[in-house]
């Protein structure tokens, strides 16, 4: 259990306890500030220790923060942006209580009671962040792909990469490669693979011998096609025809049309419909269905 002083037994010199990783989480968004459970003693050397990071008595920069020592600091911690949402564990020597004591009912029992109840809080808070991890890591295999409404890799799983076509070194994946093996690129074809290119792309399941798309494998690709298809006019021409004397009588039948004058002749044979005909363009760049895009990802460890 922890140890909470009394705000009147802070004592600037004195070192009441060493304390030992604490864990932090920094905000995702600013003011990038947490703050400790004790007031740090300050002295030189700090005795704040961050793994990872180094102190500073200005404004911090990537991998700095900067401690507000004292009463009035109230175990406060800067950090840059650059360190938003990282999980810390911090070292100190403690010599005061951060609550005032005559602030909260039942006096320092009461706050004692309110912080031993929330460190247990955020033990099962933490407990229970383990446990979905590691649910997800049980439910999928690596190899296995992942839909999500998340936009960003970094979103979907530190053990899920974008289903980019990237090439991946075999050695440093081999349960990744055993199990997709070259079906998606070969990569260099001796030391790396490719994961699949699905940016952009429909995904279709494969056949399995139903026959409605055979003779394909997965991780196969496919273009863009029109189902072999027609289309049908019902639109009627007149035959072709003209005077002799535009033609200075030299007519190449003595056939004239039905009810038509006898100095008109036909010059030519057309067919009441067109056998084929060019269309005017239509559409887009692109032929697909209705849609929407989501986060495709694979596991890969």
Same mark, same amino acid.
């Given at each position: 259990m922890i140890t909470f002083y009394p705000k009147y037994d802070?004592? @600037? !010199?004195?070192?009441?306890?060493? *304390?030992?990783?604490?864990? &932090?989480? /920094?905000?995702t968004t600013a003011p990038y500030f947490i703050h400790l459970r004790h007031i740090p003693k300050q002295d030189s050397p700090s005795t704040v220790i961050i793994p990872g990071l180094v102190e500073t008595d200005g404004i911090p920069g990537p991998g700095q923060?900067?401690? &507000?020592?004292?009463?009035?600091?109230?175990?406060? *911690?800067d950090f840059n942006e650059a360190e938003a949402g990282l999980e810390i564990t911090v070292d100190y020597i403690a010599c005061g209580t951060i609550i005032i004591a005559e602030t909260y009912p039942d006096g320092r029992e009461g706050i004692n009671k309110i912080q031993n109840a929330l460190i247990e809080v955020y033990s099962l808070i933490g407990d229970l962040q383990n446990k979905i991890q590691q649910l997800e890591k049980n439910t999928y295999q690596i190899g296995d792909f992942k839909f999500t409404a998340y936009a960003d890799e970094s #979103?979907?799983?530190?053990?899920?990469?974008?289903?980019?076509?990237?090439?991946?070194?075999?050695?440093?994946? @081999? *349960?990744?490669?055993?199990?997709?093996? !070259?079906? %998606?690129?070969?990569?260099d074809g001796v030391t790396t693979f490719n994961i699949p290119e699905g940016r952009g792309e429909f995904l279709r399941?494969? #056949?399995?011998?139903?026959?409605? #798309?055979?003779?394909r494998e997965v991780g196969s %690709?496919?273009?863009?096609?029109?189902?072999?298809?027609?289309?049908?006019? #019902? /639109?009627?021409?007149?035959?072709l025809s003209a005077r002799a004397s535009d033609l200075n009588n030299a007519g190449t039948t003595t056939t004239t049309d039905s009810g038509g004058a006898t100095n008109e002749y036909r010059i030519g044979q057309m067919s009441d419909y067109w056998d084929a005909a060019t269309l005017k363009d239509t559409g887009g760049p692109e032929t697909r269905p209705r849609n929407i895009a989501v986060g495709f990802f694979v596991k890969y460890k």
């Open positions: 802070y004592e @600037p !010199t004195a070192a009441k306890e060493q *304390i030992t990783m604490e864990r &932090h989480r /920094i905000p923060f900067r401690v &507000h020592y004292g009463e009035t600091g109230a175990g406060r *911690i #979103d979907a799983g530190e053990d899920f990469m974008l289903c980019d076509g990237r090439e991946l070194v075999r050695a440093e994946h @081999p *349960i990744l490669f055993a199990r997709l093996g !070259t079906r %998606w690129g070969a990569g399941v494969a #056949d399995y011998g139903r026959g409605v #798309d055979p003779d %690709w496919q273009a863009d096609e029109f189902r072999q298809h027609n289309h049908y006019s #019902d /639109i009627r021409f007149n035959k």
